[in-house]
């Protein structure tokens, strides 16, 4: 079945630091792949999606590149804030479900938290 | 633009009792919709999912149920709480015809005494 591994956190950085939080993924066929965030307390917010091999997603200053070779779609920001502190949700889509496969279920890495201190 | 909301947000419930969280989603017709659990410290489980109204698939054997009574409605029930039940509820949706991205509501946090 499709799997997602995270790297093991908590990551701890100080401000302006450079990021990268390692995801690598086991499917079959070709899913989208996606990071989520999800603050203390709130629900889950989409963060950037890429949807075929070599595709960068990004926002925020957050980039993440599609690696069919590899199996790989790793987090990555070039300064961070206070403000990123978080855990980091990888996750792939996978086709199933009632009609056919109009349904779309994720599959979810574990998490990483991450700690920005000033 | 679509929201969605969970309500209560914060449930404190003893053993044995009934259970239901609601879930809406505005501004989108006939979504599919989802409930999650993420337990303390660990990651996201599906628990059901929904492709319309009266249609409910099941991902893991447990006490609880899922029903939608109405297109943007998705509610959580159990009749009786266990321990185990305790933890972080998310609801998400996602539009339907092969669009793969679920956006999620704020959560529900329920401990179970």
Known sequence: ?118 | SQTIHQWPATLVQPVGSPLSLECTVEGTSNPNLYWYRQAAGRGLQLLFYSVGIGQISSEVPQNLSASRPQDRQFILSSKKLLLSDSGFYLCAWSLGAGEDTQYFGPGTRLTVL
Request: with cysteine; aromatic share 12%.
């Open chain 1, 1 to 118: 079945g499709n799997s997602v591994t995270q790297m093991e956190g908590p990551v701890t950085l100080s401000e302006e630091a450079f990021l990268t939080i390692n995801c690598t993924y086991t499917a079959t066929g070709y899913p989208s792949l996606f990071w989520y965030v999800q603050y203390p307390g709130e629900g889950l917010q989409l963060l950037l999606k890429a949807t075929k091999a070599d595709d960068k997603g990004s926002n925020k200053g957050f980039e993440a590149t599609y690696r069919k070779e590899t199996t790989s779609f790793h987090l990555e920001k070039g300064s961070v804030q206070v403000s990123d502190s978080a855990v980091y949700f990888c996750a792939l889509s996978d086709k199933g479900g009632i009609r056919g496969g109009s349904n779309y279920k994720l599959t979810f890495g574990k998490g990483t938290l991450l700690t920005v201190n000033p």
